[in-house]
């Protein structure tokens, strides 16, 4: 097998729908983010996006998407926004990690979100963990029994919110998606302020990030669509959500609030509303994504194992990861790690 290093678009058509028949015949690259879309759309804003086609005996058997970096480092595609990544392949088509990267003409490629049934990193992984889902494959109705069933009182305590936000807000009613661009800026305004608010990292700060968030709205193709989802009171926006379908699989990803209403929980109302109509759009499966979250918790019932690390070839490039690895082990066994965080933001500031 070889591997022929291309952007995004110079990829044939007949190479995407070979990209989009392996999708179909290998359930774990349902998520959105393994469509050839999610990386031709962050592909037409960001220059380092690359794909490394895999061939054998003159045939394309696998993708395995990537950014390149400076010095040979490598990391999936859309970085901080990817939620899912690895190799668009057959289970058996590839077996050595290290030769696929080395062939791609990466020293390393880091992911954190990599797929685990991809056992050929399995020596290359540094920890694991769950991305949480919903799966409405029997129906809304008998998940929503369940949920009663393991957490009545929490549940119970948040449709009381939603009748308080309605005898305060006006009459509620759910869009599943809206193609109006105003509200995506509103929701786009929302989490940036979300972000501010709660003192994370604001990838809003970014335009390619922006553009990618507007690009994904936009498509509406067959393997692929942006969802931007309404929570409306009295016809206004409270909620909104932005995520990504394909197939029967949805994911979510950008969600966020009016911040007058948080005490109404209007995220979480949206979010129940969200699964009920996207069942009754033919979603099966509905991707929470990773992170430890109370609500998470609550409205899961299955979960994908995804994992972390870092593939590396003999290399400089190699031995500078390995090196910052063990630093940050190293922080993080002492106790320093908020004082060299707070090091790190006043030397960005000068």
Not at 91 to 107: E, N, V
Request: proline share 5%; glycine share 8%.
């Amino acid at each position: 097998m070889i591997a022929r290093v291309v952007r995004p678009d110079a990829l044939s058509g007949s190479e995407l729908a070979q990209w989009s028949v392996i999708r179909r015949d290998v359930p774990s690259l349902a998520s959105p983010y393994f469509s050839p879309m999610f990386t031709t759309i962050v592909g037409s804003v960001r220059e380092d996006v690359r794909v490394a086609v895999l061939e054998a005996d003159g045939h394309a058997v696998g993708f395995f998407p990537f950014q390149l970096g400076a010095f040979g480092a490598g990391w999936p595609v859309g970085a901080m926004l990817s939620d899912y990544h690895g190799v668009i392949a057959a289970p058996d088509a590839f077996h050595d990690a290290r030769a696929l990267i080395r062939d791609s003409g990466l020293k390393t490629w880091e992911f954190d979100h990599l797929v685990a049934a991809q056992t050929a990193f399995e020596p290359f992984e540094q920890s694991r963990w769950e991305s949480q889902q919903i799966d409405l494959r029997n129906g809304f109705e008998p998940y929503m029994t369940g949920v009663d069933k393991a957490h009545g009182p929490w549940l119970r305590e948040l449709r009381r919110k939603g009748r308080k936000l309605e005898r305060e807000g006006g009459e509620l009613s759910f869009q599943l998606h809206s193609d109006d661009p105003a509200a995506l800026e509103t929701l786009l305004r929302w989490k940036s302020e979300q972000f501010t608010r709660t003192g994370t990292v604001n990838l809003l700060k970014h335009d390619w990030v922006r553009e990618v968030l507007r690009k994904v709205h936009a498509a509406q193709s067959a393997d692929f669509q942006g969802v931007l989802s309404l929570l409306l009171a009295d016809g206004q926006p409270v909620a909104a959500h932005l995520g990504m379908r394909s197939g029967n699989t949805l994911h979510y990803w950008f969600p966020s609030y009016d911040p007058a209403l948080a005490r109404c929980s209007p995220g979480l109302l949206m979010l129940l509303r969200l699964a009920e109509s996207a069942q009754r759009a033919g979603v099966d499966i509905f991707d929470l994504g990773t992170g430890d979250y109370d609500y998470k918790r609550r409205l899961s019932n299955r979960a994908d194992v995804l994992a972390k690390g870092t593939v590396e070839t003999p290399s400089l490039r190699a031995a500078a990861v390995r090196m910052r690895r063990t630093a940050k082990g190293l922080i993080r066994k002492t106790g320093i790690a908020p004082r060299v965080r707070l090091l790190a933001r006043m030397l960005r500031s000068r």
